[in-house]
């Protein structure tokens, strides 16, 4: 079965400091991926998300996300955080020529961003 | 579009009362999602809809759980009875192309 692995369950980072969360997901075929991010007392939001090409993404709110294939990953990135940028972010996956749109998730990372 | 539409934004029920959990898909959307959130258990997927017909519902906890879809722009979760481990943020979800819409919950405390 599908998995999605986010090992940082929870990042605290100082203002402007910059910000990679890992994710890395163990499909080995044609895969969609997404990033959302859930802000404190709020539904899950699109940030990003790879169905193909440019294997860099450029998301909302200055976020980017790198699929490299090799290593089954999709880490987000960020140069310099704020501190609206806390907030929970979770990784997802879709198999991508399936007929479904059933997304399998992270456990989500925690993000504090300190003034 | 106004997005997916959930209704009630909270409820506080007490044990052993049904609870019934409302949900509009964005027009136009073919699949529709139930998840609940837990501070414990995370996000997880209870069931989906694709075109009206419930695909996959192994993540629906237990018997007192049911979920239906009579059309395209309506679904409803039940819980009947509930129990305080149903206490959970339940979040609707709906999709044409992969990528997912979440509505903005609905808060369920059972006392």
């Known amino acids: 079965a599908q998995s999605v692995s986010q090992h940082n369950h929870h990042v605290i980072l100082s203002e402007a400091a910059s910000l990679e969360l890992g994710c890395n997901y163990s499909y080995g075929g044609t895969v969609n991926l997404f990033w959302y991010v859930q802000y404190p007392g709020q539904h899950l939001q699109l940030l990003l998300k790879?169905?193909?090409?440019?294997?860099l993404v450029k998301g909302i709110k200055g976020f980017e996300a790198e699929f490299i294939k090799s290593k089954f990953s999709f880490n987000l990135r960020k140069p310099s955080v704020q501190w609206s940028d806390t907030a929970e972010y979770f990784c997802?996956?879709?198999?991508?020529?399936?007929?479904?749109?059933?997304?399998?998730f992270g456990t989500g990372t925690r993000l504090q961003v300190f003034p | 579009d106004a997005g997916v539409i959930q209704s009630p934004r909270h409820e506080v029920t007490e044990m052993g009362q049904e609870v019934t959990l409302r949900c509009k898909p964005i027009?136009?959307?073919?699949?529709l999602f139930w998840y609940r959130q837990t501070m414990m258990r995370g996000l997880e997927l209870l069931i989906y809809f694709n075109n009206n017909v419930p695909i996959d519902d192994s993540g629906m906890p237990e018997d007192r759980f049911s979920a239906k879809m009579p059309n395209a722009s309506f679904s409803t979760l039940k819980i009947q009875p509930s129990e305080p481990r149903d206490s959970a943020v339940y979040f609707c979800?709906?999709?044409?192309?992969?990528?997912?819409?979440f509505g903005p919950g609905t808060r369920l405390t059972v006392l």
């Open positions: 790879y169905f193909s090409g440019d294997p």
């Open positions: 027009s136009g959307h073919n699949s």
């Open positions: 979800a709906s999709s044409l192309t992969k990528e997912q819409f």
């Open positions: 997802a996956v879709n198999e991508g020529r399936g007929n479904t749109d059933k997304l399998i």
